[in-house]
């Protein structure tokens, strides 16, 4: 038993089973590492996002703290990190309590004092003792034209020094852990670091001079120097390779398995689709026909489709989804289309019934809220075929409802997103073609990991005729003034969104600011003002979403429950209180709600003091682009690619080690690798499988693990 574990079953997590036993050690829990105790534990999973010892060695150093430069007294520059050696001279002790204690040392160009509060006499004669040679690593600084050093980050014995790292890492920390204690836990767990049979393309790994696994996780941990942490450098490279390509592998796995299942071959563009196209007031646009050519590919191969339809708010996909139900309605088959809410489900119906309506197919929508014996009735038309298409929500399908014959199911995802339920939905149909629609305009490399198991097709042209949003920024200061011009809009006639911000992470707060804000418009505006949150009772947000969309209000204060959906055309101004909180993608769903007729639509993004940089850079890219997509890449330069897909709320594994955008290039061809992989060794039978599957268990991939324990 290697020192520093104790090895107690308590800090045995139940293993996946089959995972192979050289897995063990990284999937002990922290509390097996010497020193480490419940408290601590507590701390560290916090801050490393699990308790066990790989999420704790996934937990990268964003810094370095060199202490390699060792020039003399003389040498050493103003705010420079040195480590000098020096003979300890005296000690002035402190005057008064706050007052610091000086400890003057010297080497032979010069004096330096060792300055430090709160100190006990009796300890800093014990590190510091007059006469002894010591080595002292900290930061310059010269006070009053003397150089100094305020609390050294080290200090030890000439002999003591040899076992101070030269180059210190340092993790980025939570409240209550010092880096300290991260290093000596690291420090503890690579102490019993397993080596792995190697899983990586020995051709590959030889081109970017990539070492070996737990080779790549020491260099991490103990970088050589700042270079080390760039995501160029080659052990961070592996390692972030790594963690795409068990990603991809278990994705182009699951889509191996689903793939093969039979789908169905459907011949396109029938009678049907025809009376549909020549019904529409409109032609379809580049990117729609694009699209729906892509579409019509899939369905008529016999395989099953499953892909994803990226576009805008008001980029058309309805008609697209449409076109797609009916390449299955034409060759006798049914086709669903379910949406992530109530309100959404029926907005979709009303759009969609008179489209289908004009080429004779039958629709009916059924959501939680038919009961009873219209329920009923609806199941039975369902169940006989009668209802061609059906509309619905999400927990429609999970619902016991049996169809006559599904052939093809959209689901429009908005912004949710849930690669689980997709995945179980798949597991569930017979052969039916899947289309997803997202209004999240993603950037390319996400795609991949969001939906790697789809193919995409994106609405990156808006149809024509639309006025651009003039987008405005606007302090909080002067906020008043603005009020004052939406009296002169809503007199001619303007109906406006007011989005109140999010307050940290609780609705309640949301709910308190957003009221507020409504009182006080209220006190304006009257009874022409109202107020939906996501507090409120479905049938009272209802009420009031119908009232604004028939015209009865003019202001709807909201929270965010606003973006997930909602059709109000006549809507032409938003305005978004204190739009630093927002991230760009939410800001740029939110202003799509507007901009959709014929007028011209004002954006006001309504900012409070103290703007960081990146939020004003945020606001700025607002004010210069419509483009979704460009929006989109923006966001993944600004903040990381687990905020945008939002990976906690969904159960999407985001990454640890590896880094978008800087490694994107390392997911592209992590992708490419697993679809090589899996077609020459679909159940990871050859040696090198084999070292692929215990990759898959250290990252989890169960979904995948689950078909190699089904054989
Ligand atoms: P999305 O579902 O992507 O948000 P919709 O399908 O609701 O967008 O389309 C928004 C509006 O644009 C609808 O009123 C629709 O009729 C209209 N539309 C769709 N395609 C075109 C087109 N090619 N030319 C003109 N208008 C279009
Ligand atoms: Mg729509």
Not at 7 to 31: M, Y
Not at 283 to 305: C, H, K, V
């Amino acid at each position: 038993m290697p020192s520093g574990l104790a090895e107690t079953s308590e800090n045995n997590q139940k293993p996946q089973p089959g995972r192979p036993f050289a897995l063990d050690p990284l999937f002990r829990r922290v509390t097996a590492l010497d020193g480490i105790g419940p408290r601590n534990a507590g701390l560290l999973q916090k801050l490393c996002d699990g308790d066990r010892v790989f999420d704790l060695l996934s937990h990268l150093p964003i810094a370095v703290i060199d202490r390699r430069h060792a020039p003399s007294i003389k040498d050493a520059a103003d705010g420079a990190i040195v480590t000098l050696t020096l003979t300890v001279e005296k000690h002035s002790l402190a005057a008064r309590r706050n007052m610091p204690s000086r400890v003057r040392c010297r080497d032979e160009t010069g004096a330096i004092d060792l300055v430090f509060f709160h100190a006990r006499k009796d300890w800093l004669v014990k590190i510091l003792p007059p006469g002894a040679t010591i080595v002292a690593s900290g930061k310059i600084e010269y006070f009053q034209g003397q150089p100094q050093m305020v609390h050294p980050d080290a200090i030890g014995t000439a002999e003591e020094w040899r076992d101070i790292a030269r180059v210190e890492p340092v993790y980025p920390l939570t409240q209550g852990i010092s880096n300290k204690l991260v290093c000596k836990a690291v420090t503890a767990a690579l102490g019993n670091l397993p080596s792995l049979p190697e899983w990586l393309d020995e051709a590959h790994k030889k081109r970017g001079r990539w070492p070996s696994w737990d080779d790549a996780i020491r260099a991490v941990h103990n970088p050589a120097g700042a270079d080390a942490l760039l995501p160029a450098h080659p052990a961070r490279q592996r390692l972030a390779y790594d963690e795409f390509l068990a990603g991809q592998l278990a994705i182009a796995m699951v889509r191996y398995h689903q793939q093969k299942r039979q789908g169905r071959a459907y011949q396109t563009g029938g009678a049907m689709r025809k009376a549909l196209l020549d019904s529409l007031p409109f032609a379809l646009t580049g990117a729609q026909q694009r699209s729906i050519a892509e579409i019509d590919m899939d369905m008529q191969a016999p395989m099953r489709m499953l892909r994803l339809l990226q576009g805008d708010v008001g980029a058309g996909k309805t008609v697209i989804a449409a076109l797609a139900m009916l390449n299955a309605v034409e060759n006798g088959a049914q086709a669903t289309l379910m949406a992530p809410t109530e309100i959404l489900a029926r907005q979709h119906a009303d759009n969609l019934k008179p489209l289908f309506e004009a080429c004779g197919v039958s629709c009916v929508v059924l959501t939680g809220r038919d009961k009873g014996k219209g329920r009923e009735a609806l199941m039975t038309q369902i169940a006989d075929g009668t209802a061609q298409i059906v509309i619905g929500t999400h927990a429609l399908f999970q619902d016991t409802i049996a169809f006559a014959d599904l052939g093809m199911a959209v689901i429009d995802e908005q912004h949710r997103f849930g690669v689980h339920q997709r995945l179980m939905l798949a597991a569930k149909g017979k052969g039916v073609d899947v289309l997803v629609m997202t209004a999240t305009p993603i950037p390319r490399t996400l795609t991949l990991t969001a939906y790697g198991d789809m193919d995409v097709s994106r609405l990156d042209e808006k149809p024509p005729g639309r006025k651009p949003i003039d987008t405005r920024l606007i302090s909080n200061e002067h906020i008043e003034p603005m009020i004052d011009g939406l009296q002169r809009q809503i007199a001619s006639g303007a109906r406006i969104y007011w989005v109140c911000p999010l307050v940290e992470e609780s609705e309640l707060m949301d709910v308190a600011a957003a009221t507020e804000r409504y009182e006080i418009l209220q006190a304006r505006f009257g009874d022409r003002v109202g107020l939906v949150h996501g507090r409120m009772k479905p049938e009272d947000k209802d009420r009031v979403m119908a009232q604004f969309s028939a015209g009865d209000i003019d202001i709807l204060v909201a929270t965010t429950v606003i973006e997930v959906g909602v059709d109000v055309p006549a809507a032409t101004i938003m305005i978004i209180e204190h739009a630093e909180r927002f991230g760009l993608s939410q800001l740029h769903q939110l202003r799509g709600r507007v901009g959709r007729g014929g007028t011209q639509s004002y954006c006001f993004l309504v900012y409070g003091k103290n703007l960081t940089a990146t939020a004003r850079q945020r606001l700025k890219v607002m004010r210069e682009t419509e483009d979704g997509f460009r929006i989109a890449e923006k966001d993944l330069e600004l903040r990381g690619a687990g905020e945008i897909l939002g990976t906690r709320q969904s159960g999407m594994p985001g990454f640890k080690l590896a880094t978008l955008p800087a490694h994107s290039d390392l997911l592209a061809a992590a992708r490419d690798d697993a679809r090589l992989i899996i077609q020459k060794d679909p159940h990871l039978n050859t040696s090198r499988g084999a070292a692929l599957r215990v990759l898959l268990y250290l990252f989890e991939r169960d979904q995948a693990i689950k078909f190699l324990q089904s054989g």
